[in-house]
Structures are given as C-alpha cells and as structure tokens.
C-alpha cells in the first residue's frame, strides 16, 4: 500500500490522526472480546483503504489508529460498521473514546508505558503495542507517518520503564489479581494452585505463585496431550478441564485465564463442596459464573472487580508517575518540535 503526499519531506500533520479505543473500563470483556472479532484488518482495509490504519486489539481494549485528512468520515465508516455488524450494540456505541491530534499521539504513548493499564505499569502491553506494529508494516497497512508515531511510543515505553520504578516490579494483570486475592485470602504454600488454562496469563501467573513461595501448581487445559511441553516446564501436570470439578472439592485457590465459548462451572458444580474456595478469573468471557459464588461460601475476583480499583490503590507510585509524566512530555515536545521543522522545510522547498 502507498500513501502518497506531494512534497518529500514528510512530516505529520497531528490534524490526520484520529483513534477510536474501546477498553474494558468503559464496558465488558465479552463486549471486548466481540468487538475485537469483527474489528479485523482485513474488515477495515475495506473501509480505510488506501490510507494507514494500526489495529491494537488485547484482552483488555481494541483500539484504531488511523491517519488520513479523511479521519472524521472514515471515524464514521467504521462506528456504522461496526452497529451493523453487532446489531447497534448500546454498550459499545456508548463506550468508544474518540481522540484526535495530539491527544491520540499522547494516548498512545501512554498506553505503550503501561500507564493506562488495570494493573498499572503492565508490561506485556509493550510488547502487544510492538506486534501490533510489526504486522501492520509487514501487511502493509501503514507507511512513514504512524511508523513514526509507533517508533516514537516503543521508545517511549522502554524509556519510563528503564528510568522510572514503573517497570521495576514486573506488574502484570495477573499478578494485581493474585495481589488483591491475597489480601482477602492467602493460600498456603504447601497446598496446590489449581490454574485453568496455560495461555500468556496463566505463565505469568504461574511465575508469580513462584516467586511468591508457592511450589505446587496443577494446570487444567482443553488439550492437555498437545501441552506436555509446558508442564515439564513448570515441573507440574497438565489434566483435562473435565477433571478440574473433581479436584475443585479437594483444592480450594483457582486461577483461571482461558479462551472459551461461555461460563462452564455453574453452581451446580459447587454443591456440597466444604471450605473457602477463592476464584481468580480473567478468562474470556468468565469461565466462572457470578451464581457460582454468590450462593456458596467462596470469593471471587474478576475483571469487574479489577476495574471498580480506585486510583487510591496506586498512591505508592505517585512520585513515579510524576516522572513518567516527565519523560512523556519531553518526547511529545520533541517530536512536535521536530516535525514543525519538517513543515517548515517542506513549507520551504515548495517556494523555491
């Protein structure tokens, strides 16, 4: 794909950039999980096509990076694709950020570092910002302008990560669940963790129980002959999630990050079973049911509760997030100053 300009200096016009972000603060997981379905690359070139388009859709948010004098008719395009496609859903039409200019640039670096994360200074999303980036240049969905945006984030992310404590604990959503269970109901460590799934957060959490002292971890899985590989890794078995209810009655901490087509443990499955049962669940959607819970002597922690935190919970890092917020504006006022030059070049050579 090219997108063509007149002039060869290139700089970016912050009046092209547009986002439209969706993220599970503002909505549900299943609402996320659905959207990020249809909110494909191959649906979008459709409708974006031939301007650049990066797509970043995690288990948290899906967001839509676009640039084009176009924006606000594209920005139109999509919102009607998507009321079609999922039968003018009122949560999502109601959920979606719209950020233009300057604030998107800002969003996205923001988001790079970690800062707009659940589990604040998560650091997977780096990485999930740079696939997003990656794929869109080998697709060929973007050129020179949101490359330069994109390298711009990447370098920013790493940098707060590098100079502030923000990166220093390895915070991920998994561990800030685990953390927060912890607090109402911590297991002992000579008894087995039961985690269901073996996806990118049942390893993290895994490492986490770890590092915590915890040395037993049974791993449940819808295929567990095709995951041998990794329970030798975690020194730990891998059974088959027809046999998680049976060891449910006997184990009493579950966490659960897995892919499925709906909640399978109803409260049926709890009956009869004798103490605290705590429930980490950040599957998607919930594996667990909210009756499952309600009615029986358990806790539960899902994504709901991990977005009803206050901002209270990280006042530890106010002094950091000062100087995160140092960093950012030292780079947006960099590459502004920089591509105001670009302009001025550009503006330059066009009267001579």
Known sequence: MEYK????????????????????????????????????????????????????????????????????????????????ELGNDKCILGSLDLLEGKRAYRHLLEVTAG??????????????????????????????????????ALKTGKRIRTETEIGHNNISLSSLAIDMMFQLNKPKKENPILIVGTGKMSKLAAEYFFKLGHKSIIFFSNNPDKRKDFAKKYSSVVLSLKELELYMKKYKFIFSAISSSGPNISSSSLEGRLGLLSIIDLSVPSYFRKSATTNSNSIIIDMDTIKQLES??????????KKCEYILNEEINGFVLDHRHRYELSRAQISS
């Open 5 to 84: 300009y007149k002039h060869k200096i290139k700089y970016i016009d912050f009046n092209n950039i547009t986002l439209l972000s969706w993220h599970i603060r503002d909505t549900s997981i299943e609402h996320i999980s659905r959207l990020s379905k249809i909110v494909t690359p191959s649906n979008l070139y459709k409708i974006i096509f031939p301007y650049e388009f990066i797509i970043l859709s995690t288990c948290n948010r899906v967001e839509i990076y676009i640039y084009s004098y176009k924006s606000q008719k594209l920005s139109e395009d999509i919102k009607t694709f998507i009321n079609n």
């Open 115 to 152: 800062l707009k994360s659940l589990a604040l200074g998560e650091y997977q999303i780096q990485g999930q910002v740079k696939n997003a980036y990656i794929n869109a240049m080998r697709d060929r969905y973007i050129s020179s302008y949101l490359i330069s945006i994109f390298e711009s």
């Open 312 to 321: 209270s919970y990280f006042r530890m890092l106010k002094p950091t997030l």
